[in-house]
């Protein structure tokens, strides 16, 4: 029987949660999907708890009701400023004399990668693991294979426990329920929409939500780096609300209805009115100035995000270029932004085919992510934790069993 | 508009027998410029005082009284940016100082808060003054975003300046060249703001100083702004013609000043004055004031003064300043208090006084006033068809995005909240 698993992530804009199952092909199936407007939340953070876990119980009871069938386990996306990633790095040399590494090698050099520990109040939310040098060779897996040295690295994100915790006691709030894992928004997004091929060859997944944008960056199939951004499209529609001199519910509706990433030559000819009913307060404003607006702010993302992963960006390691997701993705432009200050190729980025109509909108990502991580862990459960090299998820949540 | 007209239109006190003491006090660089701008705009109703630790910059002042200070600390050479000799400055001459602020009610400080002196000076005047019993008002200009070191000073200057000032007006350089027109020189820009400044000003004094049709008084200015408050708005319209009232209002909530990320959208106390001429529409004017209150959620505090000047002609000025988070440091309610949809003025301001400049327009404005309570009952009776004029300003009002947070967005020095087009200083045309 296939086991029933659900998926939560708490948004700015909205409170998602999915129920999914693997369809005897080994397919992800979303069985039901709920989203309830939360207003608790803002830049990726709780700032309203009670606010907050009702519109996250809403959409848990919703997602259950619609797949008519309780929620045994969920997934939980974690995102927002408090989350910081950090390379760590441990060695050790082969301890039997014919140089062949055994197992408790590779343990030695990942205890001491992971021996630093975070600073009071935070905690780490995953080790995700780097490819092993042995010697001067990139390998997988060295147990069996000769050499001398071993170097493992681990790209580590931590964050607070306070933040973690408070969204994890929301969720556990909603009848006990439990949390299998902890995931951090980018990892999610990254997984769904960039297969393995690309993340062999080298791609970076940005994903532009309301409140925060999220990225995650794959090289050599690993994951190399990922971060979060404080800025969303809620940003954007601030912007064009002050710039333009509008309140912010018209400057929401002028941003997806006229707004645009880029700048082009015949917005300064065309007017667009404020408020769109034309009563006498109305007025109209040249589309360049809207899309001046947005242009610096999402000039400005793109360029935080490339001084954030530095060198590591090269162009020949990331062959695969740019995907772009998040509600924020729909923006037209965004992507010709992104290829102009990044330098590379930039997409909007798909779903695998069976994620359709509504479910494959782009604010999606997170929560079809952490889905497709959960079907995939339970439905081989015996290498979720040792031969899945790709990711060796470590939970280490304080307080939490 | 010219500067000029507003404050020649005779001196406020003398048609007033309020016998309110108000001075200027220009502190540092950027204050002392401000004041001189004030000269040059020939505000002469109130006494402006320079202060400055750079005695090269007082020389050039043009302000009639200049307070030296610091002079044992940095023999008249500046601060070099430190904040804290700016302070110490100030205590040097604190004896001098008082004697300066004794007797004054009403005290105006304006200080750029991105140098030493006015970051270090301006808070210990403003307490200086509060303690002398005051109420104080402080205008500051803000450094550029990219000016980071200095910006970080600014906010903790800021900071300082708000646990004694009752209302501070911050005035970022981010937001200049928004301010000027679309090929304003930078001088141009500055003297927009500076003028901005001038305007606040006169405001605050036309409603304490002068008799108005609508009158209020300094009590009532004091009552309203008695607590420290966090955040402010400060904004001004002006319009001209036969609906000349109504384009003033559409003008004010243009004003680039109130669409800022620090500014408030709502307030807690709020100050409106109208200054127009003698034809002025009361049933409009009853409107814009109750648009006024709506659009910024003025609950019960709100000080309204509306002024008949025969020198504005065809022309009316709208100035407001609110206050709100009252106590500072306190975050407001998730929700500022409903406005009332009834158009009325505040109820301690609802007596009409005539002004007696001349008697042909004392007899006309006398008319008007007898007038006006039977057009105000009428006004608010049919108020909600009224409304249907502002529906535009109608809708949720909020705090802004982020407004409620009080936490800084920061990436590389910059507030990653504050609009990208505003710190890089990319001019928006609306």
Redesign the interface.
């Known amino acids: 029987m296939s086991k029933i698993l659900g998926a939560v992530e708490i948004g700015t804009q909205k409170a998602k949660a999915m129920v999914g199952v693997l369809s005897p092909s080994g397919d992800l199936k979303v069985v039901a999907a709920a989203s309830v407007k939360n207003e608790g939340v803002r830049k990726g953070e709780i700032v309203d708890y009670r606010k907050t876990a009702s519109a996250v119980h809403a959409a848990i009871e919703e997602a259950e009701t619609a797949a008519g069938a309780k929620i045994d386990e969920v997934y939980l996306a974690q995102t927002g400023s408090h989350l910081r990633g950090t390379q760590l790095r441990g060695s050790s040399s082969t301890a039997a004399s014919d140089n062949r590494v055994e197992y408790s090698d590779v343990e030695r050099a990942s205890e001491e990668a992971k021996r630093k520990k975070p600073e009071e109040g935070r905690s780490f939310v995953h080790h995700v693991r780097s490819p092993v040098v042995l010697d001067d060779r990139i390998v997988e897996d060295p147990v069996g294979m000769c050499g001398s040295s071993i170097e493992i690295g681990y790209w580590a994100i931590e964050g607070e426990n306070n933040a973690i915790q408070e969204s994890y006691d929301i969720v556990h709030g909603y009848g006990r329920l439990d949390i299998t894992e902890l995931f951090v928004s980018s990892i999610a997004s990254g997984a769904i929409v960039a297969g393995s091929d690309l993340q062999h060859s080298g791609v970076l997944v940005v994903d532009v939500g309301a409140g925060v944008t999220d990225y995650v960056l794959y090289r050599h199939g690993h994951i190399a780096a990922t971060g979060v951004v404080c800025v969303g499209g809620d940003h954007i529609s601030g912007d064009l609300s002050m710039g333009l001199r509008i309140l912010e519910p018209y400057a929401e509706d002028i941003k997806i209805e006229h707004g645009k990433a880029m700048v082009d030559e015949s917005d300064a000819k065309e007017d667009v009115w404020l408020i769109g009913n034309k009563t006498i307060g109305d007025r109209t404003v040249s589309r360049k100035s809207i899309c001046q607006v947005i242009n610096a702010r999402v000039v400005e993302l793109f360029e935080i995000i490339a001084k954030e992963i530095g060198s590591l960006l090269d162009p020949d390691m990331v062959a695969s270029g740019v995907l772009l997701t998040g509600g924020g993705s729909l923006l037209p432009g965004i992507d010709r932004v992104a290829e102009n200050v990044l330098g590379l190729r930039t997409e909007k980025a798909s779903f695998p085919s069976g994620i359709e109509g509504d479910l494959a909108h782009p604010g999606n990502a997170t929560v079809l992510g952490l889905l497709h991580y959960g079907l995939k862990d339970s439905a081989v459960p015996s290498e979720s934790n040792g031969s899945e090299g790709l990711l060796k998820k470590l939970v280490h949540l304080v307080g939490m069993n | 508009m010219s500067q000029q007209t507003m404050f020649t239109s005779g001196s406020f006190q003398s048609d007033s027998s309020s016998s309110v003491r108000a001075k200027v006090f220009g502190i540092g660089g950027a204050g002392v410029s401000l004041v001189d701008g004030l000269c040059l705009d020939g505000f002469d109703a109130v006494r402006s005082i320079a202060i400055d630790v750079d005695a090269d910059v007082l020389s050039d002042c043009i302000a009639a009284e200049k307070i030296p200070i610091g002079r044992r600390l940095t023999r008249g050479m500046g601060t070099g940016g430190e904040i804290s000799i700016g302070r110490k400055a100030v205590d040097e001459e604190r004896d001098l100082i008082r004697k300066n602020l004794d007797g004054v009610d009403l005290v105006f400080l304006l200080a750029g808060l991105g140098g030493g002196t006015g970051g270090g000076a301006a808070p210990a005047i403003a307490k200086l003054a509060r303690e002398s019993g005051a109420l104080v008002f402080a205008f500051t200009p803000l450094p550029f975003s990219w000016e980071k070191q200095r910006h970080q000073m600014a906010d903790d200057a800021l900071a300082e300046l708000r646990k004694f000032a009752n209302a501070v007006i911050p005035l970022p350089n981010d937001s200049l060249i928004q301010i000027g027109g679309a090929d304003a020189t930078a001088l141009e820009c500055f003297a927009q703001a500076g003028m901005n400044v001038s305007r606040g000003i006169s405001a605050i004094c036309s409603l304490v100083f002068r008799k108005g049709m609508i009158d209020v008084d300094f009590a009532h200015l004091r009552k309203a702004f008695n607590l420290r408050s966090g955040r402010t708005l400060f904004g001004f319209g002006e319009g001209k013609g036969a609906d000349a009232i109504r384009h003033a209002l ?1 003008d004010l ?4 000043m ?4 620090d500014v408030s959208r709502a307030a807690d106390v709020l100050l409106i004055t109208v200054n127009g001429g003698p034809d002025m529409n009361m049933t409009a004017l009853q409107q814009v004031a109750g648009s006024i209150r709506e659009e910024f959620r003025a609950g019960e505090h709100v000080v309204f003064g509306a002024h008949v000047d025969e020198n504005m002609g065809d022309r009316v000025e709208i100035c407001v300043l609110g206050a709100t988070d009252l106590e500072a440091g306190i975050p407001a309610a998730d929700v500022a208090p409903a406005a009332d949809p009834v158009l009325t003025t505040s109820p301690k301001a609802k007596k009409a006084k005539p002004v007696s400049r001349s008697h042909a327009s004392k007899l006309k404005r006398e008319t008007a006033a007898a007038k006006k309570k039977a057009k105000r009952e009428k006004a608010a009776a049919k108020a909600p068809d009224d409304q249907e ?5 109608q ?4 705090r ?3 407004g ?2 009080g936490k800084r ?1 920061l ?2 020095g910059e507030d ?2 504050v ?4 710190r ?1 200083g ?1 001019k ?3």
């Open positions: 559409r909530l243009l004003c680039p109130l669409h800022l990320p004029f502002f529906d535009f300003m809708t949720e009002n909020q802004g995005i982020f409620d947070q967005n990436y590389d990653l909240d609009p990208t087009y505003l890089k990319i928006i045309d609306v």
